[in-house]
């Protein structure tokens, strides 16, 4: 009886144990690590997924990037045409882009330059423009005034003359066509006459006079 009786006393201890709650206890966390794994799994393939998907756009990404980083021949004749340097083959297009645009400022200022020196000889073309303007008036008033002096020394000459004549004997007649020029030599008691015509210069009329006067 002493010999049996541990074995017994286990024999009593374990039909005394509840096993069934453990047992379904342990059921049910097994099952619970089973819909963790499984959504661990599912939540993997979706991470996974969209991993592939983003490596596919940046992939599509870079493509386009490299694409637009080497310029076209249609860009490299559009770019040429812009500037007067040449472009360099081995610029990516943002290259390309950011030389010409330099060159294109730098053709900016000049021609801001240009055009600030060509608006200040304009300036300075419409001033001596003004000056030879007024000095021309002044030239004209000037030629008018010596004109009209000409003009008055001119008559009181004339005048003169035919007092002068008039007082030797020669009368200076109009008439329709032509003016005649009466001549009386007193010593030689002749008369001549003189037609006037526009070929006939003064030196010549009073030439022609002073010797009908036999001076």
């Known amino acids: 009886m002493l010999g049996n009786q541990p074995q017994e006393l286990v024999y009593s201890t374990i039909e005394n144990f509840e096993t069934e709650p453990d047992i379904t206890s342990l059921a049910r966390i097994?099952?619970?690590m089973n819909k963790t794994e499984e959504k661990r799994r599912a939540k993997l393939t979706r991470l996974q997924s969209g991993i592939t998907k983003l490596e596919e756009q940046l992939a599509e990404v870079k493509g386009k990037l490299e694409s637009?980083?080497?310029p076209s021949?249609?860009?490299k004749e559009q770019i040429g045409n812009l500037g007067k340097n040449p472009l360099d083959p081995s610029e990516s297009t943002f290259q390309l882009i950011n030389s010409k645009s330099g060159e294109l400022d730098s053709m900016k200022v000049a021609l801001a330059?240009?055009?600030?020196?060509?608006?200040?000889?304009?300036?300075?073309?419409?001033?001596?423009?003004?000056?030879?303007?007024?000095?021309?008036?002044?030239?004209?008033?000037?030629k008018e005034q010596a004109l009209a002096v000409s003009v008055a020394e001119n008559h009181n000459s004339s005048s003169m003359k035919i007092s002068l004549f008039r007082s030797l004997g020669v009368h200076v007649g109009?008439?329709?066509?032509?003016?005649?020029?009466?001549?009386?030599d007193e010593k030689k008691n002749q008369t001549s006459v003189l037609d006037v015509d526009e070929k006939?210069?003064?030196y010549f009329i009073s030439n022609y006079i002073w010797e009908r006067l036999g001076t």
Do not use: P, R
Not at 113 to 121: G, M
Not at 131 to 140: A, D, I, S, V, Y
Not at 174 to 184: G, Q
């Open 174 to 184: 109009t008439a329709e066509k032509s003016d005649k020029i009466v001549i009386f």
């Open 68 to 70: 637009l980083n080497q």
């Open 113 to 142: 330059k240009q055009l600030t020196d060509v608006e200040s000889q304009i300036n300075q073309i419409h001033m001596a423009k003004m000056n030879l303007t007024k000095q021309k008036e002044e030239l004209l008033q000037q």
């Open 73 to 75: 021949e249609a860009l």
């Open 30 to 32: 097994s099952e619970t």
């Open 200 to 202: 006939y210069s003064d």
